[in-house]
Every structure is written in C-alpha cells, then in structure tokens.
C-alpha cells in the first residue's frame, strides 16, 4: 500500500463519524459471546437478579440507548445547521463530524445497545449474572456519557470555543510544518535559486481535488540521489485541476520515477488542517464575514422598526406646533 493510499485510509480513521459506531458493532457480538461463555466457569452470582429483573434492566438499557442516539444524531443535525448559518460550513467536518468525544459515545450508545439486545435473547429461563452486570456497567456509563455530551455540545458550538480550537490546532500545525525558527529582522535574505525553465513537468491526472498533505521525505531522497531539484508545483490546500502542473523537476530529477513522485502526495475533496495552517485563517476570516454580515442585518432590520416610531413622533410634534 502506497503513501497516499495510507493517508487516506488513516484520514477516514479519524475523520468519519460512523468508522467508530460500525466498528463497535462486531465487538459488541464478540463481547457479548465472551460474556455468556465466561458465566458459567465463573459462577459469579454478585447481582442476583430474577428472569423479570433481568429483563426489566435489559429492556430498560436497550430503550434508554435508542433514545440516546435518536437524540445525539438529531441534535448533530441541529448543530450542523446552526454551525454552517451562523459560523462557517469549513468546520462541519474539521471540528464536528470529526470530534472523537461525539465519534466514541455514539460508539458506546451502539455498543450497548447491541450487547444489551445479545443479551436479552440468550435469556429465557436462566439469568446469566455476568453478562447483566456489564449491561448494567454500560448503561450506567451511557446516562453519564449522554449528560457529559449534552453539556460538551453546548460548549463547542459557541464561536469562542470554535475559534479557540481552531487557533490551537493551527498553532500546532504551524510548529510541525515550519519547525525551524525564524532567523530575526536583522538577518540578511538569501536571494532565491532562479531554476529557470523545468526539464520535465509531471501532470495531475485522474480527478481534480485538493492537496491535502505531501510526504518530504521520499521526495528529498529523491532528489538527493539524483543531484536535481524536485518542485511542487500547488501549494497544500490549492485546488489542483486535471492536467494542471503538479511537479517540475530539474537537472537530474527528470529521470525519477514518476509513481514515486505521485505515491507523495495525497488529495481530497475538502482541505485539512494536517498541513495547511492557512486553512486556520480562512475559517477564522469566514466566521468574522458571518458575523459582520449578521451585525449590518441586524442594524438594517432595527432601523426599519425604528423608522415608523420616529415618523409618529415627528407628526405629533408637528400637531403639537
């Protein structure tokens, strides 16, 4: 598998919001197996609870669960709405749909849910007691984890925490893509190697996209082994068309392997933070236009109700006169 290929696949990782929940799916099938072959060898009887108990407390989990995620999945839509209207649509997937805290407790809303329903059909005469202490665990944990999101949303929604997350992360990504410090005001500029005209430009192909991240070190390599200059054309976070300039090699890079030169980069269909920090700057500047744009419709909107207040009191002191 190939750099880009990797990326992308890790990308999805962390990005998706249902990667966690479907993942949770065949572990909660292996866990509650685990749980129903572990009970009889430990004949732990630590909850001694009834058939009726047993299933009260499972029925209970598995309605308490479906309307967590009903909830979770409708007040997500509500926040995806509010956070394009009213900050910037860039941060749907940067900061919403990406959130591990959202991604892990709807993980955990599934996760019970099927161990709990597992549960509840392996139960008819016998009350497997280890089993229904981890659903009582877990349900326990899903009321916790429902009112701990219930507060966390309402916190993240609020343009000064979008913008204080925004700002880290960019930090962040400024000191990882630019780790050398700056030299000073009073250090002299070296002057820009002029590379003239390229002996060979390699092409995008395939389907135009955004470049989302570059992999320096087989490039450096490269070009290194081949005493030539490999130049890449976009910069991370430009949108690159099919057949526009991707790199122009110099000298002794023209003859390296054109594969290598594309296993290096990987593109997509929206720009990341990973190694873009101006995308920091364009969701920062996206937010203050919506803002400045709210404040004008808000003062349009109050003059207009003001206006026929104010032509009232002019007629009356004019009947007054």
């Not at 940067?94 to 509840?120: D, E, H, K, P, W």
């Not at 665990?137 to 929604?157: E, H, K, T």
């Not at 989302?212 to 949108?239: C, H, M, R, T, Y």
């Not at 690159?240 to 980069?265: K, M, Q, S």
Request: aromatic share 8%.
């Amino acid at each position: 598998m190939s750099w880009n290929q990797t990326y992308r696949l890790r990308y999805s990782v962390r990005s998706l919001l249902w990667i966690i929940p479907i993942i949770a799916i065949p572990l909660a099938m292996i866990a509650t197996r685990a749980a129903h072959w572990l009970d009889p060898r430990l004949q732990w009887t630590f909850l001694g609870f009834g058939v009726k108990g047993a299933e009260a407390l499972l029925q209970a989990t598995v309605t308490a669960t479906l309307s967590f995620l009903a909830f979770t999945f409708a007040s997500l839509l509500v926040a995806l709405q509010v956070a394009s209207g009213q900050l910037t649509p860039r941060i749907i997937a940067t900061i919403l749909l990406s959130n591990n805290i959202v991604r892990y407790t709807v993980g955990l809303f599934i996760f019970t849910l099927l161990f709990s329903i597992g549960a509840q059909n392996r139960m008819e005469t016998t009350v497997y007691q280890l089993p229904l202490f981890v659903a009582a665990v877990l349900a326990s944990s899903c009321f916790a984890a429902f009112l701990f999101l219930i507060d966390y949303a309402s916190r993240l929604l609020r343009p000064i925490s979008i913008l204080t997350r925004v700002a880290n992360d960019g930090l962040s990504v400024i000191e990882n893509v630019y780790p050398d410090l700056s030299r000073g005001p009073d250090a002299p500029l070296s002057q820009p190697q002029k590379l003239g005209s390229p002996d060979r430009v390699i092409h995008h192909r395939g389907s135009s996209g955004i470049l989302l991240a570059v992999n320096l070190k087989p490039l450096i390599a490269a070009a290194e082994s081949a005493a030539g200059v490999i130049e890449l054309a976009p910069q991370v976070g430009d949108f690159v068309a099919v057949d526009e300039p991707l790199f122009n090699l110099y000298g002794g890079a023209r003859v390296i392997d054109e594969e290598l030169l594309r296993n290096a980069i990987a593109f997509g269909s929206e720009r990341t933070m990973e190694q873009d920090p101006t995308f920091a700057f364009r969701i920062a500047v996206d937010i203050a236009l919506i803002a400045r744009d709210q404040r004008s419709d808000h003062c349009r909107a109050r003059n207009r109700s003001a206006a026929p207040h104010a032509a009232v009191r002019r007629s009356a002191q004019s009947s007054h006169r």
